[in-house]
């Protein structure tokens, strides 16, 4: 009896661990389905209130948020004369699906954020929480700027050029709808993820896992990993320009990690003469 008692004693933390994480995740999952049907199933529309004009919320299918979204892409990102077609019967409700699939994720994020951190940070040191808190923000920064990046420069420059070699080999300027989105949304989050580069070094360093001093050794690599990933998420059909294109702004984006990674080494050094004063 008492070898039972101490075995349910040692396991119920565990249990009480898996519990709050699979509570936390379910709520991560209503809070995605909720943005999905949000942006899947309705639309916006606007009504005059006096002299303001406010926008309200409506079902419909076809003039949902992420209709609006896939026909911005059309618009914006394909240059006239080079048009989208259907191949496949559904492509466009799978097109429909990517979209309000992204943008629930991109909008959940900080509730995401916030049930993965209620869950990791009593497991965690004062200072790697205070860590943790400078770094949310930025994340979000260089994510944001690394996508605006691909939407309104990659993508756009790619097209044209597919448009173009189109014309020039006397081929009908079409694409596939599914593709084009795709590709979009692809390119938007391996560049937001690729911007994430400064922020990765510096945690490292902040982690102790590796010194500036190593970083500024090792910058033909970090030069030659930057273009190795530029040439991974660009789109390949440009002549090799959007890629150099990339690859020098990931690599101006590895020395301004290595700039950080020297001034977090030396606020630690500074805090560590203090402590042992």
């Known amino acids: 009896m008492s070898y039972q008692r101490q075995t349910q004693d040692k396991e119920l933390p565990l249990l009480e661990h898996i519990k709050e994480l699979a509570t936390r995740i379910k709520r991560i999952i209503m809070i995605l389905a909720f943005f999905f049907m949000l942006y899947f199933m309705f639309g916006i529309t606007f009504i005059k209130v006096g002299s303001f004009t406010v926008p309200i919320l409506y079902p419909s299918l076809y003039h949902s948020i992420a209709v609006i979204f896939v026909r911005d892409f059309i618009d914006r990102e394909l240059p006239v004369g080079l048009k989208p077609i259907v191949i496949n019967t559904l492509d466009p409700m799978f097109s429909g699906l990517s979209v309000a699939a992204y943008l629930a994720l991109f909008s959940a994020s900080p509730f995401i954020a916030r049930e993965f951190w209620a869950f990791v940070a009593p497991a965690l040191y004062e200072r790697e929480k205070k860590f943790i808190r400078m770094t949310i923000i930025p994340a979000v920064l260089l994510f944001a700027a690394g996508s605006a990046f691909a939407y309104f420069i990659i993508i756009p420059f790619m097209f044209l050029f597919v448009y173009?070699?189109?014309?020039?080999?006397?081929?009908?300027?079409?694409?596939?709808?599914?593709?084009?989105?795709?590709?979009?949304?692809?390119?938007?989050?391996?560049?937001?993820?690729?911007?994430?580069l400064p922020l990765v070094?510096?945690?490292?360093?902040?982690?102790?896992?590796?010194?500036?001093?190593?970083?500024?050794?090792?910058?033909?690599?970090?030069?030659?990993?930057?273009?190795?990933?530029?040439?991974?998420?660009?789109?390949?059909?440009?002549?090799?320009?959007?890629?150099?294109?990339?690859?020098?702004?990931?690599?101006?984006?590895?020395?301004?990690?290595?700039?950080?990674?020297?001034?977090?080494?030396?606020?630690?050094?500074?805090?560590?003469?203090?402590l042992t004063k």
């Open 164 to 196: 173009r070699y189109d014309i020039a080999l006397n081929i009908d300027p079409t694409l596939s709808f599914k593709s084009i989105v795709s590709t979009i949304l692809l390119l938007m989050t391996a560049t937001g993820i690729a911007f994430e």
């Open 201 to 274: 070094m510096a945690g490292m360093t902040k982690l102790g896992l590796v010194k500036p001093k190593t970083w500024l050794q090792n910058w033909r690599w970090g030069v030659m990993i930057s273009f190795i990933i530029a040439w991974i998420i660009s789109p390949g059909t440009t002549g090799g320009l959007i890629e150099t294109i990339i690859g020098i702004i990931l690599s101006a984006l590895y020395f301004a990690g290595i700039g950080v990674s020297y001034l977090i080494a030396k606020k630690s050094n500074n805090l560590e003469k203090v």
